[in-house]
């Protein structure tokens, strides 16, 4: 099967860390070897084979594909099954997923980019247009009507807007996961979607792909990866206590979120750039004026790379509570810990520092505080 691949197919990628092998260590093995083989229409661009590390958004690289004066190329690699990507001078273009013994083919042109021999390439590229489809039609609509309400300051048509949103968030990934279920099985390109799987929800199809991943992959450092990453998945699931968080605020005092044990403590996993955070947050702004003196706390972790950004969005919003990072963006150490793929994303802890709620915006979110802080 032959896909096109668009210039512009960016993939949002998570944050964790394989503490067994490093990903290129993780990349040499003994198996059939993979074949990666094609030609570009210019072939004065320089073209490098990367590791598509996804939770590190990080692609080491591997090789320098020697390419001739008409534009083709051709190299057996001793890999093990794993995400790859081919650069155009330096840039990554080609997502890759490849298993043993594939014989990839590889057509790079002006406005386009095929590849054939892949199967598990075929099952990501198809993942990847049914994800923008899906996007288009459950997502798109409520984000225009967000726009409109933001541009007309109307706070209160903007917090119904964000709660459907955040359902609307939901159903989309509950389609990715059916996807995945019904279309991709253990195929290695599954590991490509985990960005996208929901972190209670999905955990019983997530301990059975797990599963099946390591049978037909056994010794693959991915098969470890995702076991890895399950686990994590478990230890924030709903009834978990949380883990402690140690990061420094914007004056440089680190701040424990075990310190506060004792109050009810809503988790914040925000950034100066992104929108529907910044929507939220006079919603969190009203509940912290309204709970503060009864035992309830705001432990802000922003997932910012640039302290003056942060601090200006911490200004502007006036956010008065507990507010921490450690400027490394998504390789911050939290939302490592907590399998922070997409934000805004909350957790509510009690007193004893057990998870009780998870995600919940606008309306959902004040009930539940109402609840338990009645």
Same mark, same amino acid.
């Given at each position: 099967?032959?896909?096109?691949?668009?210039?512009?197919?960016?993939?949002?990628?998570?944050?964790?860390t394989n503490e067994e092998k490093s990903p290129t260590e993780a990349s040499l093995t003994d198996t059939a070897p993979i074949t990666l083989e094609g030609s570009i229409a210019t072939p004065?661009?320089?073209? !490098?084979?990367? &590791?598509?590390?996804?939770?590190?958004?990080?692609?080491?690289?591997?090789?320098?594909?020697?390419?001739?004066?008409?534009?083709?190329?051709?190299?057996?690699?001793?890999?093990?099954?794993?995400?790859?990507?081919?650069?155009?001078?330096?840039?990554?273009? +080609?997502?890759?997923?490849?298993?043993?013994?594939?014989?990839?083919?590889?057509? *790079?042109?002006?406005?386009?980019?095929?590849?054939?021999?892949?199967?598990?390439?075929?099952?990501?590229?198809?993942?990847?247009?049914?994800?923008? +489809?899906?996007?288009?039609?459950?997502?798109?609509?409520?984000?225009?009507?967000?726009?409109?309400?933001?541009?007309?300051?109307? &706070?209160?048509?903007?917090?119904?807007?964000?709660?459907?949103?955040?359902?609307?968030?939901?159903?989309?990934?509950?389609? &990715?996961?059916?996807?995945?279920?019904? @279309?991709?099985?253990?195929? *290695?390109?599954?590991?490509?979607?985990?960005?996208?799987?929901?972190? $209670?929800?999905?955990?019983?199809?997530?301990?059975?792909?797990?599963?099946?991943?390591?049978?037909?992959?056994?010794?693959?450092?991915?098969?470890?990866?995702?076991?890895?990453?399950?686990?994590?998945?478990?230890?924030?699931?709903?009834?978990?206590?949380?883990? $402690?968080?140690?990061?420094?605020?914007?004056?440089?005092?680190? +701040?424990?979120?075990?310190?506060?044990?004792?109050?009810?403590?809503?988790v914040d996993f925000w950034a100066s750039w992104c929108r529907p955070c910044r929507q939220e947050n006079p919603n969190y702004v009203a509940l912290y004026q309204q709970y503060k003196s009864?035992?309830?706390?705001?432990?802000? +972790?922003?997932? $910012?790379?640039?302290?003056?950004?942060?601090? @200006?969005?911490?200004?502007?919003?006036?956010?008065?509570?507990?507010?921490?990072? $450690?400027?490394?963006?998504?390789?911050?150490?939290?939302?490592?810990?907590?399998?922070? !793929?997409?934000?805004?994303?909350?957790?509510?802890?009690?007193?004893?520092?057990?998870?009780?709620?998870?995600?919940?915006?606008? @309306?959902?979110?004040?009930?539940? *505080?109402?609840?338990?802080?009645?």
């Open positions: 099967m032959r896909f096109i691949y668009a210039f512009a197919l960016v993939f949002l990628l998570a944050c964790e004065e661009q320089r073209l !490098t084979l990367h &590791l598509w590390d996804l939770d590190n958004h990080d692609y080491p690289l591997l090789d320098t594909l020697t390419v001739d004066e008409k534009g083709v190329f051709r190299t057996d690699y001793a890999f093990e099954p794993n995400l790859y990507a081919i650069a155009i001078e330096g840039e990554p273009k +080609v997502w890759l997923a490849l298993d043993e013994g594939q014989q990839v083919e590889v057509t *790079i042109k002006p406005d386009r980019i095929e590849t054939e021999g892949s199967k598990d390439t075929d099952l990501y590229e198809a993942y990847e247009q049914f994800r923008k +489809v899906t996007f288009e039609r459950l997502v798109v609509p409520t984000r225009a009507s967000i726009e409109e309400a933001e541009a007309k300051g109307d &706070l209160e048509q903007l917090t119904v807007l964000n709660e459907q949103d955040a359902t609307n968030m939901d159903q989309y990934r509950a389609a &990715l996961t059916q996807f995945v279920q019904e @279309k991709m099985g253990a195929s *290695i390109a599954t590991y490509a979607t985990s960005v996208r799987w929901r972190p $209670d929800a999905d955990l019983p199809f997530m301990r059975a792909i797990a599963r099946d991943f390591e049978l037909a992959h056994p010794h693959s450092a991915l098969s470890k990866q995702l076991i890895d990453k399950v686990n994590r998945f478990e230890q924030v699931a709903l009834g978990a206590p949380a883990l $402690d968080i140690q990061l420094p605020t914007p004056a440089g005092e680190v +701040v424990a979120l075990s310190s506060l044990k004792g109050k009810y403590v809503l009864r035992d309830f706390e705001i432990y802000g +972790v922003s997932l $910012d790379e640039k302290k003056a950004a942060w601090e @200006k969005a911490i200004a502007k919003d006036q956010l008065p509570w507990i507010n921490v990072s $450690d400027l490394k963006g998504w390789n911050n150490l939290a939302a490592l810990q907590y399998n922070v !793929t997409a934000i805004p994303a909350n957790f509510l802890l009690d007193p004893n520092g057990k998870i009780i709620a998870k995600n919940l915006r606008g @309306k959902a979110l004040e009930k539940k *505080i109402a609840e338990v802080l009645p």
